[in-house]
C-alpha cells in the first residue's frame, strides 16, 4: 500500500512538472524517455536471450 501510494504521488508531482511546460518540450522529452525505454527492454530481452 505504501509503494501505491508513493508511485501515485511522483506521478503527482511528474504531471504537475509537465503542465507548466510548453507542449514541444513535454513531446521532446516524452520522446526521449520513450526511446530510452525501449533501448531497455530490448537489451534486457536480447541478454536474457543469452543466457
Given at each position: 500500500?505504501?509503494?501505491?501510494?508513493?508511485?501515485?504521488?511522483?506521478?503527482?508531482?511528474?504531471?504537475?512538472?509537465?503542465?507548466?511546460?510548453?507542449?514541444?518540450?513535454?513531446?521532446?522529452?516524452?520522446?526521449?524517455?520513450?526511446?530510452?525505454?525501449?533501448?531497455?527492454?530490448v537489451r534486457e530481452r536480447?541478454?536474457?536471450?543469452?543466457?
Amino acid at each position: 500500500m505504501l509503494v501505491l501510494v508513493a508511485a501515485l504521488l511522483l506521478l503527482g508531482i511528474v504531471l504537475g512538472a509537465v503542465a507548466h511546460l510548453p507542449l514541444p518540450l513535454s513531446l521532446v522529452a516524452a520522446t526521449v524517455i520513450g526511446c530510452w525505454l525501449l533501448i531497455f527492454a530490448v537489451r534486457e530481452r536480447t541478454s536474457r536471450r543469452t543466457r
